[in-house]
């Protein structure tokens, strides 16, 4: 485990000294996050004043379920998604081959292997969105904050397993340098709205089979005092099972594996 | 113009040989929409919206999600890459433009984007067939076409305009966050602009992003856009497009006397 933690340690200073050499990137890119912060609270704001409530969710309901978004975002576009963006490029060019010759868990290794530190935005962003959130709600409840906490590390748990899983199918030849977008764009445009608004087979297909409806909403109605029991045991069943599934998909994938310059 | 086809036919293939990529965008592309359609018929189903409004704004979605498949262009993160790895310097090469090569990739690129969208049209159309068939005519569907022509012209320049400013700045792709946002909050491709307050639609009109989504949509499944409405946004598309070109024609310029490749 300290070994391990130690490589995490490597690759985290890799990173930020390329942020300290190119600070003008590093600048461009919390400009961009800034964007879409705003952007998604304009979003929200807009559609909330126009249609008043969707599913249950009032404006600031959906404000909280905003602000656990962008807290999320901090470490799904932070971490998870600049490692695993390098998979597709690593199998196409053969230099998963140098991976998986160390003497250390593959998995681990290209799960670990980048972060980005552009995300200070949604940080603020986030914390704004629940702030204003929070203040209009009659209520908080202190054990729901706490409880939302965990649930949001639940999330992150579920969060890779099935982006992971969608990423072991880059083991299967084909070219799909465009398979890191895939999660992360119905991450973006499922996850964010209560899963009361989707058709019974939408509903069915993400909560279920894609759990991504499931991965904001969850900790953000524990967080406003929506406490569903069964939902939760479901949530962390579903978490357990992605990360286990993703895990054997991978091992299964590298057995399929042919490197490109073999 | 064989040189053309050949290029739009040795494309082509490639679109469909490497049916994974094709599938992902397609799933990329085509979740957002069937999230936001079934936003409109939850809200319809709970009496927040009326029937009527819930065909409209699923019809918008569906001509949304069709613009997107069939105009859009994507060229512009190789692009990105290239310029900065160095092998742009390949291209530079050959006796051919490189934007001729391009126009040629996009087009191929988009016809197989169209085919792949096809089944989904088609399964669909339940929910918007109805209210298109109510509002549209062979007038419309014509300036639709058109206003599609423009808008692929549009973008294909946006995108060639994002890809230049690689040759000055290191991190071009943030541009393409950037066109994101305006599609979104000034061409509706996230939200109808009827959402957003009269200042904000008035400001869009003057955006190129305005004539991407919402006024064609608007145009084919509304009755009361007057000519005026339609002689302005006509205009200043071509206008839009005019001024890209221009800007697209200096900065190509200005660009290769800038660029020196890595090794050289």
Known sequence: ?262 | MRKFWEFYRINLTERFTSQTESIIWFLTETVPILAMTSLWKTLEVSGQITHERAGELTLYYILSMFITRTVSTYFEEWMIDEIKDGHFSFNLLKPISIRFYLFAHQLASRTSGTIYTIPIFVLLAPLYLPTLLSTVSGYKLTVFGLMMIITFGQKFMTSWLISLASFWIDQASALNHLKWVCEGVFGGSWLPLTFFPVWWQNFSKFTPFYTWYYFPINYLTSKTVSHIELFWAFGSSIVWLILLIIFGEYFWKKSIKHYSAVGA
């Open chain 1, 1 to 262: 485990m300290r070994h391990k933690l130690k490589i995490i340690k490597i690759y985290f200073y890799q990173s930020l000294m390329q942020v300290l050499e190119y600070k003008q990137n590093f600048i461009i890119w919390i400009c961009v996050d800034a964007l879409w912060t705003i952007f998604d609270g304009i979003l929200a704001s807009v559609l909330l004043l126009n249609i008043h409530n969707i599913g249950n969710w009032d404006l600031p309901r959906m404000l909280i379920a905003l602000g656990v978004f962008r807290l999320l975002v901090i470490p799904v576009w932070g971490w998870i998604a600049p490692s695993f963006a390098e998979i597709p490029k690593m199998i196409n060019n053969g230099k998963l081959d140098q991976f998986l010759a160390k003497p250390i868990d593959t998995q681990f290794l290209v799960s670990v292997q980048k972060f980005s530190f552009n995300y200070g935005s949604s940080l603020v962003g986030g914390i704004i969105f629940m702030t204003i959130g929070f203040r209009s709600l009659p209520f908080i409840l202190w054990p729901n904050i706490i409880l939302g906490i965990w649930i949001s590390l639940v999330s992150l748990v579920l969060i890779y397993g099935v982006y992971f899983l969608t990423m072991t199918f880059s083991l299967n030849g084909q070219r799909s340098e465009n398979l890191q977008n895939l999660f992360s764009e119905i991450f973006y445009s499922v996850g964010r709205y209560p899963r009361d608004i989707y058709v019974p087979i939408l509903q069915r297909v993400f909560v279920s089979f894609l759990p991504i409806a499931l991965m904001v909403t969850v900790p953000a109605q524990v967080l406003f005092g929506e406490f569903e029991p069964l939902i939760i045991v479901w949530f962390h069943i579903l978490a357990i099972f992605f990360f286990i599934i993703s895990r054997m998909a991978w091992k299964n994938g590298l057995k399929r594996y042919s490197s490109a310059s073999s």
